[in-house]
């Protein structure tokens, strides 16, 4: 019913940029905080950066300064701005949205099939 659809990782050299986006789409009524987590080989997921429905932000120390994370409410879109991409920061990225399907029914969580991000040195 409802899906998460992410774009934009890919190749890029140390100090380049990439700017990642994760449209929601299907039986939506609202939806609530929109997250990018990531996931190393060999190594847990983490939260990078999140951005709630009222305009809050958190992001993980690592990336302060140079990721941004933005939405467009009319598009159920949320973005990932990077810059200055380390090797560090190489990992599958994974957009995160609570939703509401109605109005009536509680909040859920679902996941992107996550994109592939690749930073070489």
């Known amino acids: 019913q409802v899906q998460l659809v992410e774009s934009g990782g890919g190749l890029v050299q140390a100090g380049g940029s990439l700017r990642l986006s994760c449209a929601a789409s299907g039986r939506i009524f609202s939806i609530n905080a929109m997250t990018w987590y990531r996931q190393a080989p060999g190594k847990q997921r983490q939260l990078v950066a999140a951005l709630t429905s009222g305009g809050s932000t958190n992001y993980a120390d690592s990336v302060q300064g140079r990721f941004t994370i933005s939405r467009d409410n009319a598009k159920n879109t949320v973005y990932l701005q990077m810059n200055s991409l380390e090797p560090k920061d190489t990992a599958v990225y994974y957009c995160?949205?609570?939703?509401?399907?109605?109005?009536?029914?509680?909040?859920?969580?679902?996941w992107g099939q996550g994109t592939q991000v690749t930073v070489s040195s």
């Open positions: 995160n949205a609570h939703i509401q399907i109605t109005s009536l029914s509680p909040t859920r969580d679902y």
